[in-house]
């Protein structure tokens, strides 16, 4: 998969698009294709430093976004009987 990383604080310049492997989710979660993905203003403050954090290692600006759900672990389907195809996720900061 494509994805937009930074590896140290600074301006656009530092951003990088990389080609990613594409994980299975692990047990609860799903994977969401995403479709569009906005650019919020955590999303640059933390890029550039303005939060007073320092990127230690490659992280994906992305708060934001909407997708597609393409995939679903058997113990989530179990938990919860209605699963959507397609969602409006508020995302985490996590890659």
Known sequence: ?????YAKTGDASVLQVVERPLEEPADGEVRIRVVVSG???TDWKTRSG???RSAEEPTVPNHDGAGIVDAVTIQLVTQSREAAESIVER???RD
């Open 50 to 52: 303005a939060f007073g």
């Open 39 to 41: 650019v919020n203003p």
């Open 91 to 93: 995302l985490t900061a």
């Open 1 to 5: 998969m494509r994805s937009v990383i």
